[in-house]
């Protein structure tokens, strides 16, 4: 039998840093992989979703200076060869997860290609694919075991993944492109890819249980992303329930009165969340305590077993790629005796929509909810010069503040490009800044940071320019 003294499950943004960390802090590390490094984030989420969004936002550009650009620019009618696009966005995956492999070897992680089944809270057997024999593969002891296994698409029962119904994981790879396409949730992912796909030329419908778009966030903050969507001709189905399909493989929904109704649409992304990967490989064996489908955690990360770890989106929501990374990164740390805590002062968001939204801290609506006497000020990005320079002045900046002492404890953003302001955002919350700092800050002009510091200033009663 083979030994460590840390052995990762799962190569993703979670396991993948802790790995790297620790061999750079001398700790004996295995890490097991099944698929490539880079895990869900660069595979089949993050990077590739972001590649596809950017190239249909350019096919989009191109398609409005067809007809009229107040630019004064003029182009002919585009054409978009989706094989093309895809195999450029393969080219950003493979460079980046060739990227991960190389920083692994550099650093001495030692990286096993299989399947691990977890055979106790020491012990791992190597196999060559969930459906091998057990018994059959290469077995690892360790000091340390870390669940990094991350999360996996949720499927409806009544209509499983399969032919027509797609997850985020074949939408992010289209051989061809759909005439229709329904969009089962309007969370991060229907709203990312279904807005893609709409600007690429497919006839969108978006179908959502709940009665508003994208509702982890408060209405202010979705309210452009709504305007946009309309303004692109996505149709939505709000406050709706999927039944299922029909004989001809359409989509039959039923909305809050209960009239029911079909839509004839060539594919079906389902996009109803994701759950933690916690099944076919022996972890109900640990009897770990759970929170939900989750393994449950404490602030450093550690499980109800001792010497058994876990990250990222195994570990719950929010199942977000940088959070994974300060986790792993973390636990690394405490393996190699510093004393670490997972407690940031924010774990910024981002929904990469257009119009972009950024959450960093607490919102207006969070701040009371805690009990905490606030203080919330907008300011608008038809106000700002860079804003309307890009033409996108729809949206805002807007700050959440203590009222006795200011301290900044909340940033959210809509707007063209906003996501590049969530630095800046989480370095104020993680400083400790107030709405004096900020305020007093100066901002290059003309950018979209000027609006952080007019929102500050307003919050103290003397923004310049509204
Ligand atoms: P994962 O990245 O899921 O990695 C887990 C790895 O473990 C996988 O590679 C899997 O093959 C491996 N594995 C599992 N079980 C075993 C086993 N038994 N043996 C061997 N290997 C195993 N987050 C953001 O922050 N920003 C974004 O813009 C963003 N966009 C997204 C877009 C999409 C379409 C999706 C689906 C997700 C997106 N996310 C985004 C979420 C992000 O991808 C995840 O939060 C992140 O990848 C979680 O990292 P992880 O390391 O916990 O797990
Ligand atoms: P989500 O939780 O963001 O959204 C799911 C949506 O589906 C919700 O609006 C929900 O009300 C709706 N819904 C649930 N059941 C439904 C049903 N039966 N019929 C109709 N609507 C239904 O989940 P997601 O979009 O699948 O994304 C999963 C996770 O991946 C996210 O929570 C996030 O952590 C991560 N992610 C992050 C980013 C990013 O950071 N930009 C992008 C994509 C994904």
């Known amino acids: 039998m083979q030994t460590s003294q840390l052995l990762i499950l799962g190569g993703g943004p979670g396991g993948y840093v802790a790995a790297i960390r620790a061999a750079q802090l001398g700790i004996q590390t295995v890490l097991v992989e099944n698929e490539n490094v880079g895990g869900t984030c660069l595979n089949v989420g993050c990077i590739p979703s972001k590649a596809l969004i950017h190239a249909a936002e350019e096919f989009h550009k191109l398609a ?7 630019l004064g620019i003029q182009a002919g009618s585009p054409i978009v060869d989706i094989v093309r696009t895809t195999a450029w966005k393969d080219g950003i995956v493979e460079r980046l997860t060739g990227g991960v492999a190389s920083l692994l070897k550099k650093s001495g992680v030692q990286v096993v290609k299989g399947w691990a089944r977890i055979v106790d809270g020491k012990t791992v057997e190597i196999v060559s694919s969930p459906a091998a024999q057990p018994g059959s593969g290469l077995r690892i002891s360790c000091e340390h075991l870390l669940l990094a296994t991350g999360s996996e698409p949720v499927a409806l029962p009544s209509m499983p993944f399969g032919s027509q119904v797609i997850s985020s994981t074949q939408a992010l790879s289209p051989g061809a492109l759909p005439t229709s396409m329904a969009v089962v949730g309007a969370g991060y992912i229907g709203m990312e890819l279904g807005m893609a796909y709409r600007k690429l030329g497919v006839e969108v419908t978006i179908v959502e249980a709940q009665e508003r778009i994208l509702p982890a966030y408060d209405t202010e903050l979705s309210k452009p992303v709504l305007a946009s969507l309309k303004k692109l001709g996505v149709s939505l189905h709000l406050s709706c329930s999927v039944l299922g399909l029909d004989d001809a493989g359409h989509l039959r929904i039923k909305d809050a009165q209960g009239a029911e109704s079909t839509l004839a649409v060539e594919q079906i992304l389902v996009a109803v969340g994701r759950r933690p990967r916690i099944a076919g490989f022996g972890l109900e064996s640990l009897l770990l305590d759970m929170n939900g489908s989750a393994v449950r955690i404490d602030d450093q990360c550690r499980t109800s077993m001792r010497g ?25 740390e405490i393996i190699s ?19 972009e939204i950024v959450v960093s801290g607490l919102s207006p609506g969070e701040a009371e909810t805690a009990g905490v006497d606030a203080i919330s000020a907008s300011f608008p990005f038809s106000a700002n010069g860079r804003a309307m320079t890009l033409e996108s002045s729809d949206g805002f900046v807007r700050v959440v503040a203590r009222r006795d002492n200011h301290l900044i404890l909340g940033w959210q953003a809509v707007g063209g490009g906003v996501s590049e302001l969530s630095a800046a955002f989480s370095q104020s919350l993680e400083m400790g800044a107030r709405l004096e700092d900020v305020a007093g800050t100066i901002h290059a002009h003309p950018s979209l940071g000027e609006a952080i510091q007019e929102a500050a200033m307003r919050a103290l009663g003397h923004a310049l320019h509204i």
């Open 308 to 332: 058994v770890w876990a990250i990222g989106d195994v570990a719950g929501e929010p199942m977000l790629a940088h959070r994974a990374m300060a986790q792993g990164e973390m636990v690394a």
């Open 337 to 355: 005796g510093k004393h670490r805590r997972f407690v940031p002062a924010s774990i910024p968001a981002v929904c990469f929509t257009d119009p």
């Open 64 to 70: 409005r200076y067809d007809t009229e650009s107040p």
